[in-house]
């Protein structure tokens, strides 16, 4: 491992109080350089809890996000994606507007090899709606596993 690698100076957020940003796009998200350059792994994260609200009735509502990717140079950090995530909870759009855009800002952000977000959304009106995007066809000699969030019989 280089020292390059390493080198946090650059994060604005990481060991320091931060607060919520006030929406998705005032949120900062940051990168680190990826300690394993040149050999491909996958790395995800879960949200269980996310939040945000209908933009039509300003009435929350709740997902579980399973975001999968296999970086190149860079890793998301990942105080700064807490944030960047909370910021929706006082958002409003619709599910699939959600889903896509935090996959799309990490995309534009990390420039991974490979991307997937799957959006589990708990039901409103009766019905639960999951949203997928990813940025193209998974990398050959990467295990992926399934994101293990069960089809909805009340997501547990």
């Known amino acids: 491992m280089t020292e390059a690698r390493t080198d946090t100076t650059g994060l604005t957020l990481l060991g320091q109080p931060a607060a919520l940003p ?10 680190v350089p990826n300690p394993h350059p040149g050999t491909r792994y996958l790395v995800r994260f879960a949200a269980p809890e996310f939040t945000s609200l209908c933009p039509l009735t300003g009435q929350p509502d709740f997902a579980h996000l399973v975001i999968d990717y296999v970086p190149r140079d860079w890793l998301v950090e990942s105080k700064s994606l807490k944030l960047f995530l909370g910021a929706f909870r006082n958002h409003g ?12 800002r990490l995309e534009a952000t990390l420039a991974p090899e490979w991307l997937r977000i799957g959006g589990y959304w ?4 009766g019905i639960p709606i999951d949203v997928f995007f990813q940025t193209g066809a998974p990398p050959d000699g990467v295990w992926i596993p399934d994101q293990g969030v069960a089809p909805y019989r009340g997501r547990g």
Do not use: D, M, W
Request: glycine residues 8%.
């Open 22 to 31: 006030a929406s998705p796009e005032a949120a900062i998200l940051e990168r």
């Open 93 to 104: 759009a619709f599910h699939e507007a959600c889903t896509v855009a935090i996959g799309k």
């Open 122 to 125: 708990y039901p409103r009106g």
